[in-house]
């Protein structure tokens, strides 16, 4: 048995070391400041300042980004201030030029609204008021009186989102953003999934992203993008792939494959199963599969030993968001997903890791 550190007394008290004690006086400053990142990234996003040294071609000073925002030279230079210490822009010291200079990392690049790499909408639908309100009700939530998301904003997330059009496109804009990296990151390291299947139903496919981004990389598959009428009556146009409207707790349309992600962790158990049940009588008997995209969370979650987050650790926050925006979602364990696929008639099953994302591909077949 490995050691433990700091001192015991008793089997279940630890006395804190003098240094942890230092270490957590620091590290509670990450959760009484945790909402400021996100805050300054959706004002970044908002103001477009990635898009600005983006098209600006070169390194930019500050005057000229502030002028090219609008912005007041000394308010805005303490955001860029707060955000290069973050890493999310650098910061470029040239004696040619008074003060400094702006450029783009990896990471800033994320944060352009638009392209095949931008995260920006995702940042920005849950930074949104209705989505941030729901945090307020999470302790609720855990004792049962009520559903964060609904006790918010007067109801759950798929009748506010039906009713307000805004809300809708931003959720669309933002699963698009997902779609596009995971479809991608799939087709580089998991393409053999597709092997042998000419249709595909993509269910509760949103507009079409990650269906259009599927049979652009392979062409011989024929895809259907699978979501409510008013979802796909906004659907992108895309050689290869109809849009069917409908409701997938009642029919899901015939495919040799029908495809999911970050659909089922947004219901409980029972709905997930009538779910893959319409989706098992969608696909043949035979050489039909299921193929869902979703995060496997570990059933012992392990502390975090560094500051930076891992992939790995982002089922955990999903989790939470899950139990946040949803009356029943909730990430799963291999555990879960082996219950729900079973009680829905899938009893054989494959797993799979999805470099690069917090996702992994499970393969489930009717037998």
């Known amino acids: 048995m490995g050691e433990v550190e700091g001192d015991h007394r008793g089997d279940l008290t630890l006395i804190p070391t003098e240094e942890e004690e230092e270490r957590a006086r620091v590290d509670i400053y990450k959760y009484i400041f945790g909402f400021v990142e996100m805050a300054v990234v959706k004002c970044a996003i908002e103001l477009g300042i990635a898009d600005t040294i983006e098209s600006h071609g070169r390194p930019i000073s500050l005057l000229e980004l502030s002028s090219d925002l609008g912005c007041a030279p000394h308010t805005f230079h303490r955001i860029m201030r707060f955000l290069v210490n973050r890493g999310i822009f650098k910061e470029i010291r040239n004696e040619a030029v008074e003060g400094c200079l702006y450029s783009q990392t990896a990471l800033s690049r994320l944060l352009v609204k638009s392209g ?4 920006a909408s995702l940042v920005l639908l849950l930074s949104s008021n209705p989505m941030m309100a729901s945090w307020h009700g999470l302790s609720a939530r855990v004792t049962g009186s009520s559903a964060p998301f609904e006790a918010a904003n007067g109801e759950d997330i798929w009748s506010y989102t039906a009713a307000n059009p805004g809300h809708s496109q931003l959720i669309n804009e933002a699963m698009a953003c ?3 990296a995971t479809v ?4 580089d390291g998991c393409l053999d999934v597709f092997d042998g299947i000419g249709t595909v139903v993509d269910v509760g496919g949103g507009n079409g992203t990650a269906m259009q981004f599927l049979v652009r990389g392979c062409p011989s598959i024929q895809g259907i993008n699978f979501d409510l009428p008013y979802v796909v ?3 992108l146009i895309c050689e290869g792939v109809v849009h069917i409207g409908g409701d997938m707790f009642d029919y899901v349309p015939k495919a040799d494959a029908a495809f999911l992600m970050w659909i089922l962790h947004d219901w409980g158990d029972d709905e997930c199963i009538q779910i893959l049940k319409k989706c098992r009588e969608a696909i043949p008997e035979n050489k039909g599969k299921v193929i869902i995209v979703e995060s496997v969370i570990e059933s012992k979650p392990q502390k975090v030993v ?7 650790d982002l089922g955990f926050f999903l989790d939470m968001v899950m139990m946040a925006h949803t009356n029943n979602g909730k990430e799963r364990t291999m555990e879960e ?9 899938f009893p ?3 797993v799979r890791s999805i470099n690069g994302s917090a996702c992994s591909v499970i393969e489930a077949f009717p037998v």
């Open 116 to 119: 095949d790499r931008s995260m």
């Open 178 to 180: 997902h779609a596009r």
């Open 184 to 187: 991608a990151a799939i087709l």
């Open 233 to 235: 009556s906004a659907a």
């Open 306 to 312: 560094k500051e930076e987050l891992e992939l790995k």
């Open 337 to 345: 997903w082996a219950y729900v696929l079973g009680k829905a008639g």
């Open 348 to 350: 054989r099953y494959n």
